[in-house]
T-cell receptor
């Protein structure tokens, strides 16, 4: 019963922006939105997180709607190396100390 | 900058054998975690340790035990391995920021096959 909904898969052309959506309509006021990605079978890699404001770092931008019920991860210039499974996470365990992963979105970047 | 180190990377066991997966982090994080990932699935939390000296069950703890040996090390033990425990195991560590954000750093994974 993950608290997020993501499309199972998306395609993107190399060099274009990849916009990955996530719905989290039951998010609580103090819950962060985290994005991770997993390339092939490697360990998940942290990308970005946010609470209310939009965030940007060297990897991506995170746009959170004003009502916080959805967000979009933006990879501004996708490359073949960005092909991965992208996880949007808001759910933590009852103790509030561990992230609970869903199935994510498989992003395929092609030339 | 090692981050989170897991050993072994690969292991094959026979049903009923026991083994311990080792995890160590060098970031002075308080919290550590063990997840498993089955083919085509997301990660599922097995056990976690919010701080040195404490451990708690996650989503799928049955068949596993853990030990938080010290602040750096968190081991996962399979006492009697079963084919259903064939999976890739990931260890992670984190430190909750002053704002409440909890960003995890993951190891490279340990691929376990139980025959």
């Amino acid at each position: 019963d993950a608290k997020t909904t993501q499309p199972p898969s998306m395609d993107c052309a190399e060099g274009r922006a990849a916009n990955l959506p996530c719905n989290h309509s039951t998010i609580s006021g103090n819950e962060y939105v985290y994005w991770y990605r997993q390339i092939h079978s490697q360990g998940p890699q942290y990308i970005i997180h946010g609470l209310k404001n939009n965030e940007t770092n060297e990897m991506a931008s995170l746009i959170i709607t004003e009502d916080r019920k959805s967000s979009t991860l933006i990879l501004p210039h996708a490359t073949l190396r960005d092909t991965a499974v992208y996880y949007c996470i808001v759910r933590v365990n009852q103790a509030g100390t561990a992230l609970i992963f869903g199935k994510g979105t498989t992003l395929s970047v092609s030339s | 900058n090692a981050g989170v180190t897991q050993t072994p990377k690969f292991q094959v066991l026979k049903t009923g054998q026991s083994m311990t997966l080792q995890c160590a982090q060098d970031m002075n994080h308080n919290s550590m975690y063990w997840y498993r990932q089955d083919p085509g699935m997301g990660l599922r939390l097995i056990y976690y340790s919010a701080s040195e000296g404490t451990t708690d069950k996650g989503e799928v703890p049955n068949g596993y035990n853990v030990s938080r040996l010290n602040k750096r090390e968190f081991s996962l033990r399979l006492e009697s391995a079963a084919p259903s425990q064939t999976s890739v195991y990931f260890c992670a560590s984190s430190e909750v920021s002053s704002s409440g954000a909890n960003v995890l750093t993951f190891g490279a994974g340990s691929r376990l096959t139980v025959l």
